[in-house]
C-alpha cells in the first residue's frame, strides 16, 4: 500500500514539474513577444533553426527553419561575421553579438543577434542558442545622428570640424609622401544683397545650387564641406601648383555660368576664391584654413569673381604669431581666472540716472596691465576660442544679477558666435536655466553679425524675448540693416555706432545722419542708445533729437566694482 502511495506521489510531483516546465515555457514566450524578440535554436550540423516568439520581427517566413535560407537573406558585408562565429573551432563555449540587415519589400530592416555558442566534442559548433531583435528604428536614428555630427544640415557637404580633419589627414599624408595638396576657401559673393532682393529662402537655395556646382566641379579625390554661412572649403588631395588655379578658375566659372532658379525668381552668383599651398604654406589645418581665409579677403578686395593663392610675408606671418599669442594669452587667462567684466553705466537722456551696465570684456595680462576687449577677442575670433570668451562673459552676467537684484546688465554675443547655430542654442539654454533673472538681461549683437546671419539671430532673438529679455543691436550705422530687417527681428534697443556720436555738435553731416536714424527707430517703437557720448553739448544736442540713453566717458567708465541703484 506504501508503495502503492509512494508511486502516486512521485508521479503527481513528475507532473507538477512538467506543468511547472511548461508554465516557464509559456512566460519565456510572452516576454519574448512583449520584447519583440524572436528566440532561436540552431543546429548546426542539421542546418535547422528552430524559431520562437516573434517571429513576424522578420521579412520572410517560408522555410524560415532552414539556416541556409536565412543565411542567405543577410546582407553580404555582415554575412561573414556570422558565418566567422559558426566556422569558430575551440573547445569552450563562447557568447556572441552581431548587427545585420535583411532585405525587405520596405527596404532594408536592421537586426541585433546575440546569444551562446555551444562546442561540440570536437570543438567545432554544434548549437547556436539566443534572440533575435529587430533594431532598424533606433539603428537609422543612429546613423542620422551620426551623419548630422559630421555633415552640414543644409547641403549635406561635410561640416566645418568634419571638414577639418580631413584637412589634417591630408597634411600629414603630404608630408609623409613628399607631395602637395591645397585647401580652398570659395565664397559666394554679396550673398547679403542676396537676401534682402529675394528673400532669405531664395538666398539658402542659392547656397544649396552653389554648393552642388561647386561638387561637380570636383575630382572624385577632392573633398567639399561648408565652413560658414557663404563659404565652401574644398580640398584638393593631390595637385600640381597649376592646378590650384586652374580649378580655382573652374569653381568660378561653374557658379556664375548660369542663373539659379528659385521660388522667388532666377538670381546670378558669383564667386571668390582664396587658395592655400599646402604643405609648404601652412603645417596645421588650423593654419590652412586662416591662411586661405587671407587669401580670400584679399580676392574679394578687388571686386566679384576674384581669386588670390596666399604668398609668405614676413608682415603677415609677424600678425599670424601675434594673433596666436594673443590667444594663447586669453586661454591661459582663463585658466587663471584673469579674464574680467567691467561694467559701465547707461544714463537716462532726460534725467540723468543710471538705468542698466553693459558688461565689458577686460583681461588681466600676467604683469598685471588690465586690456580692454579689443585687444584680445580678434584673435579669439580668428582661432576659434571666442565662444569661451562669451560663455564666461553669459555666465558673469547671469551671476552678478543673482547677487544683485536690482541690476540691470547688458551682455554682448560677438559675430563669431552669432553666425553659430549650436552656440546660440546653448546661450538659450543657459538663460532658460536661470529664468529668473532673463527680465533684467540685455544681450547685444552686432549690426554686421545681424545683417550676415539674419534667419539665425531672427530666431535667436524670438527666443530670447520669450524669456523676457531684452535684445539691443550694438553699433548701429556701421553696417547695412536695412530697418525693414531690424523691424522683422523685434529688438527692443538700437545703439548708434560711437563714430557717429563722437564730437557731433561740430559734424552737421553726422547730425543729419544720427537724426534719421534716431526718427525710423522711434517709429518702429525701440529705444535708442547713442554710444560715445563725450561731452554736455553732443548730449544735449542727442536729447532734442529723441535718444532715450546716453552711454561713454563722460557720464561713467567701465568699473570692476560697480554700485547698482539700490
Known amino acids: 500500500m506504501v508503495d502503492v502511495l509512494t508511486a502516486a506521489i512521485q508521479k503527481e510531483h513528475a507532473g507538477l514539474v512538467e506543468l511547472g516546465n511548461a508554465q516557464d515555457i509559456a512566460r519565456l514566450r510572452l516576454a519574448a513577444q512583449a520584447a519583440s524578440v524572436a528566440v532561436f535554436d540552431w543546429q548546426v550540423a542539421d542546418g535547422?533553426?528552430?524559431?520562437?516568439?516573434?517571429?513576424?520581427?522578420?521579412?520572410?517566413?517560408?522555410?524560415?527553419?532552414?539556416?541556409?535560407?536565412?543565411?542567405?537573406?543577410?546582407?553580404?558585408?555582415?554575412?561573414?561575421?556570422?558565418?566567422?562565429?559558426?566556422?569558430?573551432?575551440?573547445?569552450?563555449?563562447?557568447?556572441?553579438?552581431?548587427?545585420?540587415?535583411?532585405?525587405?519589400?520596405?527596404?532594408?530592416?536592421?537586426?541585433?543577434?546575440?546569444?551562446?555558442?555551444?562546442?561540440?566534442?570536437?570543438?567545432?559548433?554544434?548549437?547556436?542558442?539566443?534572440?533575435?531583435?529587430?533594431?532598424?528604428?533606433?539603428?537609422?536614428?543612429?546613423?542620422?545622428?551620426?551623419?548630422?555630427?559630421?555633415?552640414?544640415?543644409?547641403?549635406?557637404?561635410?561640416?566645418?570640424?568634419?571638414?577639418?580633419?580631413?584637412?589634417?589627414?591630408?597634411?600629414?599624408?603630404?608630408?609623409?609622401?613628399?607631395?602637395?595638396?591645397?585647401?580652398?576657401?570659395?565664397?559666394?559673393?554679396?550673398?547679403?544683397?542676396?537676401?534682402?532682393?529675394?528673400?532669405?529662402?531664395?538666398?539658402?537655395?542659392?547656397?544649396?545650387?552653389?554648393?552642388?556646382?561647386?561638387?561637380?566641379?570636383?575630382?572624385?579625390?577632392?573633398?567639399?564641406?561648408?565652413?560658414?554661412?557663404?563659404?565652401?572649403?574644398?580640398?584638393?588631395?593631390?595637385?600640381?601648383?597649376?592646378?590650384?588655379?586652374?580649378?580655382?578658375?573652374?569653381?568660378?566659372?561653374?557658379?556664375?555660368?548660369?542663373?539659379?532658379?528659385?521660388?522667388?525668381?532666377?538670381?546670378?552668383?558669383?564667386?571668390?576664391?582664396?587658395?592655400?599651398?599646402?604643405?609648404?604654406?601652412?603645417?596645421?589645418?588650423?593654419?590652412?584654413?586662416?591662411?586661405?581665409?587671407?587669401?580670400?579677403?584679399?580676392?574679394?578686395?578687388?571686386?566679384?569673381?576674384?581669386?588670390?593663392?596666399?604668398?609668405?610675408?614676413?608682415?603677415?606671418?609677424?600678425?599670424?604669431?601675434?594673433?596666436?599669442?594673443?590667444?594663447?594669452?586669453?586661454?591661459?587667462?582663463?585658466?587663471?581666472?584673469?579674464?574680467?567684466?567691467?561694467?559701465?553705466?547707461?544714463?537716462?537722456?532726460?534725467?540723468?540716472?543710471?538705468?542698466?551696465?553693459?558688461?565689458?570684456?577686460?583681461?588681466?595680462r600676467a604683469d598685471g596691465e588690465l586690456v580692454s576687449a579689443g585687444y584680445f577677442v580678434p584673435a579669439a575670433e580668428q582661432l576659434g576660442i571666442v565662444h569661451l570668451i562669451d560663455r564666461f562673459a553669459l555666465e558673469g552676467v547671469i551671476a552678478k544679477l543673482k547677487a544683485n537684484k536690482t541690476a540691470s546688465l547688458g551682455v554682448n554675443v560677438s559675430g563669431t558666435a552669432a553666425g553659430d547655430p549650436a552656440w546660440l542654442q546653448s546661450f538659450i539654454d543657459h538663460v532658460r536655466d536661470n529664468r529668473e533673472v532673463a527680465g533684467r538681461l540685455i544681450v547685444e549683437l552686432t549690426e554686421t553679425a545681424a545683417l550676415h546671419h539674419f534667419e539665425e539671430n531672427a530666431r535667436f532673438v524670438s527666443q530670447l524675448r520669450e524669456l523676457g529679455v531684452r535684445v539691443a543691436i550694438d553699433d548701429f550705422g556701421a553696417g547695412y540693416t536695412s530697418f525693414r530687417n531690424l523691424q522683422l527681428m523685434h529688438v527692443d534697443i538700437v545703439k548708434i555706432d560711437g563714430s557717429y556720436v563722437k564730437n557731433l555738435s561740430e559734424s552737421p553731416e553726422n547730425q543729419v545722419f544720427v537724426r534719421t536714424l534716431v526718427g525710423l527707430a522711434k517709429n518702429f517703437n525701440m529705444r535708442v542708445v547713442a554710444e560715445w557720448v563725450s561731452n554736455d553739448a553732443d548730449a544735449f544736442l542727442l536729447q532734442s533729437f529723441g535718444v532715450d540713453y546716453f552711454q561713454g566717458f563722460h557720464f561713467g567708465e567701465p568699473d570692476l566694482a560697480p554700485k547698482f541703484p539700490a
Open 48 to 364: 535547422i533553426i528552430t524559431w520562437d516568439g516573434t517571429t513576424e520581427i522578420l521579412p520572410f517566413q517560408r522555410d524560415l527553419h532552414r539556416a541556409s535560407v536565412f543565411l542567405g537573406a543577410i546582407d553580404r558585408a555582415h554575412r561573414p561575421a556570422l558565418e566567422a562565429v559558426l566556422d569558430t573551432r575551440a573547445r569552450q563555449s563562447t557568447t556572441f553579438a552581431l548587427d545585420f540587415e535583411i532585405a525587405s519589400a520596405m527596404g532594408s530592416l536592421a537586426y541585433h543577434m546575440e546569444g551562446s555558442r555551444i562546442a561540440a566534442a570536437d570543438g567545432g559548433t554544434e548549437r547556436l542558442v539566443g534572440m533575435l531583435r529587430e533594431t532598424t528604428e533606433r539603428t537609422r536614428e543612429i546613423q542620422r545622428l551620426e551623419y548630422l555630427a559630421t555633415r552640414d544640415e543644409l547641403t549635406g557637404h561635410l561640416n566645418r570640424n568634419s571638414l577639418r580633419e580631413e584637412l589634417s589627414l591630408a597634411i600629414e599624408s603630404a608630408k609623409s609622401e613628399s607631395r602637395n595638396c591645397a585647401f580652398l576657401v570659395s565664397s559666394i559673393d554679396r550673398l547679403a544683397m542676396i537676401n534682402d532682393g529675394f528673400g532669405f529662402d531664395a538666398g539658402e537655395e542659392v547656397i544649396v545650387a552653389v554648393g552642388e556646382r561647386l561638387a561637380r566641379s570636383l575630382r572624385t579625390s577632392d573633398v567639399i564641406g561648408r565652413t560658414a554661412g557663404n563659404k565652401f572649403g574644398v580640398l584638393l588631395k593631390n595637385c600640381s601648383e597649376r592646378e590650384v588655379s586652374i580649378v580655382a578658375g573652374r569653381l568660378r566659372a561653374a557658379v556664375r555660368g548660369s542663373g539659379i532658379d528659385t521660388r522667388a525668381g532666377q538670381v546670378f552668383a558669383t564667386c571668390s576664391v582664396g587658395a592655400v599651398w599646402l604643405p609648404s604654406e601652412a603645417a596645421t589645418s588650423q593654419e590652412a584654413m586662416l591662411r586661405a581665409e587671407k587669401a580670400l579677403e584679399r580676392a574679394r578686395a578687388s571686386g566679384r569673381d576674384g581669386f588670390t593663392v596666399y604668398e609668405h610675408s614676413a608682415q603677415r606671418e609677424s600678425a599670424r604669431v601675434r594673433t596666436m599669442a594673443v590667444a594663447d594669452e586669453v586661454v591661459q587667462a582663463l585658466k587663471d581666472n584673469r579674464l574680467k567684466l567691467a561694467y559701465q553705466p547707461i544714463i537716462h537722456a532726460k534725467t540723468r540716472r543710471v538705468i542698466h551696465h553693459e558688461a565689458l570684456l577686460r583681461m588681466q
